[in-house]
């Protein structure tokens, strides 16, 4: 069975930065699929960014592009998100989602991490 530990989550002032990251454990492909996903209050699920294949294929939502970067530690299977420039909009609960070839199509989800921004 494959868990996900997400940490990182905060409170910071706009413009800040606040650094997430998801630690997987139990059996997972050599090869796996990342995914930051956020949901606002009232608002649905939203893609922030993903990170692919052994050649470590990055993507992002058009409205994190620029702020946020994906990187990940295979090694220690681990996912980061780098968030800076912090706007009022990032509020969100942020989870990450595990995806691997034999795995369910929906790929396994961590508990969530709270990030706040608010002046």
């Known amino acids: 069975q494959v868990q996900l530990v997400e940490s990182g989550g905060g409170v910071v002032q706009p413009g800040g930065s606040l650094r997430l990251s998801c630690t997987a454990s139990g059996r997972t492909s050599p090869s796996y699929t990342m995914i930051w996903y956020r949901q606002a209050p009232g608002k649905d699920y939203e893609f922030v960014a993903q990170i692919s294949g052994q050649r470590n294929t990055t993507d992002y939502g058009d409205s994190v592009k620029g702020r946020f970067t994906i990187s990940r530690d295979s090694s220690k299977m681990t996912a980061y998100l780098q968030m800076n420039s912090l706007k009022t909009e990032d509020t969100a609960i942020y989870y990450c989602?595990?995806?691997?070839?034999?795995?369910?199509?929906?790929?396994?989800w961590g508990q969530g991490t709270q990030v706040t921004v608010s002046s």
């Open positions: 989602n595990l995806k691997v070839d034999y795995g369910p199509g929906s790929g396994y």
